[in-house]
């Protein structure tokens, strides 16, 4: 028997995935991030070449493991040893089979918002993989697109930059500041509208709390 929050997410997360249809994104809804595990392997054929960016989402719910221990010619930035090799592991990540991301919010409409420091994985979802896997926690659904880019730059990027702990203002005091400091985590605020090519980019939402 479904609790009333996990029948509203179901709720939810069906709506935006018939609205991410429209704007040819191939989408799915997985109740809990187990079940979105299993969705996402289910969509990688064996022997293909799969990378990620910094998302915490993925590396959390057991994604990022998962696909180390299938059979999958995996990329993963996190075992680069030097400033050197994880640009050159961020450049092949552009042209593999398959790159997984999270969002950093979704409108209620199916609109992507992201933002990037160093921009690999914003440029991933632009363009170079031929697919992109996108996890997304009920959590990042915006009520709109001013919303999302709200949450985006208010909540997800200064938690993330107490990641890095560099010499941001979003860092003494826990909300941004538009900065242009030289450690600033927010080059790139990237907006994806649909998928082209169609079904090129494919969203998982999943109806539990995932990543910030
Ligand atoms: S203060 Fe700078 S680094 Fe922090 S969230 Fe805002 S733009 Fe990004």
């Known amino acids: 028997m479904s609790t009333p929050v996990e029948k509203r997410n179901e709720t939810l997360g069906k709506a935006l995935v018939a609205k991410l249809e429209t704007r040819h994104f191939e989408a799915y809804y997985c109740p809990t991030a187990k079940e979105a595990i299993e969705k996402a392997l289910s969509l990688v054929p064996e022997k293909s070449s799969v990378s990620w960016g910094g998302s915490m989402s993925i590396r959390d719910m057991g994604l990022t493991k998962a696909f180390h221990d299938g059979n999958f010619e995996v990329i993963d930035r996190d075992l680069a040893k030097s400033p050197e090799e994880m640009g050159d592991l961020h450049r092949q990540a552009l042209l593999t089979d398959y790159f997984i991301t999270s969002t950093n919010a979704i409108s209620k409409d199916g609109i992507l918002v992201n933002i990037d420091g160093t921009g690999n994985r914003v440029a991933a979802l632009c363009f170079g993989p031929k697919n992109v896997i996108v996890i997304c926690g009920i959590n990042k659904v915006a009520p709109d ?36 400091s030289p450690d600033c985590i927010c080059s790139q605020v990237v907006i994806t509208r649909t998928s082209r090519p169609e079904k090129r980019i494919k969203v998982i939402l999943v109806g539990e709390e995932l990543g910030y």
Do not use: E
């Not at 730059?153 to 900065?179: D, E, L, Q, W, Y």
């Open 145 to 180: 697109l001013d919303c999302a880019v709200a949450r985006a730059r208010n909540v997800a990027a200064p938690i993330n930059a107490f990641r890095f702990m560099g010499k941001t203002p979003c860092v003494s005091t826990g909300s941004c500041h538009n900065c242009t």
